[in-house]
């Protein structure tokens, strides 16, 4: 899988050499690269916005490098294969869902936009090219689209097979297809006791069975309690 970052931040990147996404680069599963989106300036002050048409607070990035950036990175021709993704806080919601289909392609251009957005003509280009998606983290406002992108790619890479160590570990967590959309329940380590706090009894029963209920039982009930949302009408009867 290659990674393409477009920013004009493209120090946020440097981070994706460490620990698991480091190995996966090490290993080839991914291979990773950063560029400036100032690089596609011509001017002295390597613009890369203006003011909105229109009028409105705030400055719009300009198409002009993102076009430039495209044809150098990605190429000139159509190719639909290739999935570029635009972080933004009025796209779809970005959801495991949407992480697993990500996982099994192997080229991803992350834009990443700054100011108040980029103008909406760079992504109808890229619609007319390739594969997009304009994906939003969740109802809060970030600066930019560097942490979306970060946020993006660990939830991606780690389901590419052979990036996680235990991939069974993957099948058991919140959100994923076998949880039935349930959050996933408490966990506990040892010491069993530990500042008064003791882990319940039936983890440490050795009765799988009751173990595999309490855990169940307790996704449930977090749930319920927390994520309304995640119980469809099907999914509670179940329960
Ligand atoms: C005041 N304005 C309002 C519009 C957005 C401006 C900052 N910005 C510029 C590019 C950009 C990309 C993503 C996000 C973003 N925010 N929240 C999320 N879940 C996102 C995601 N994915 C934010 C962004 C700031």
């Not at 931040?9 to 981070?15: E, K």
């Not at 058991?172 to 039935?180: I, M, R, V």
């Not at 040892?190 to 595999?212: C, F, K, Q, T, Y």
């Amino acid at each position: 899988m290659r990674l393409d970052y477009l920013s004009i931040f493209p120090g946020y990147f440097d981070v994706l050499g460490i620990s698991l996404l480091g190995k996966a680069a090490v290993n080839g599963l991914v291979d990773v690269y950063a560029h400036d989106l100032r690089d596609w300036t011509h001017d002295r002050h390597r613009t890369v916005d203006d003011t909105p048409c229109g009028g409105g607070a705030g400055m719009v990035m300009k198409p002009d490098p993102w076009g430039e950036a495209f044809d150098e990175i990605i190429g000139t021709e159509p190719d639909p294969s290739v999935h570029v993704v635009f972080p933004s806080p009025s796209g779809e919601p970005f959801t495991q869902s949407v992480a697993h289909d990500l996982s099994s392609v192997e080229r991803i251009v992350f834009c990443c936009g700054r100011y108040e957005g980029i103008d909406h003509r760079v992504i109808d280009y890229a619609r007319s090219m390739w594969t997009v998606h304009e994906v939003s983290l969740g109802d809060y406002v970030l600066n930019g689209g560097e942490v979306a992108a970060l946020a993006i790619t660990e939830a991606v890479v780690r389901l590419v097979p052979g990036f996680m160590g235990n991939p069974q570990s993957l099948a058991e967590e919140s959100f994923s297809a076998g949880q039935d959309g349930l959050l996933e329940y408490p966990l506990f380590t040892r010491p069993v006791s530990w500042r008064g706090l003791d882990v319940p009894e039936v983890l440490m029963s050795g009765h799988h069975g009751r173990i595999a209920k309490w855990r169940r039982d307790e996704s449930i009930r977090l749930t319920r309690e927390r994520r309304p949302d995640l119980t469809d009408s099907d999914v509670s009867a179940r329960h």
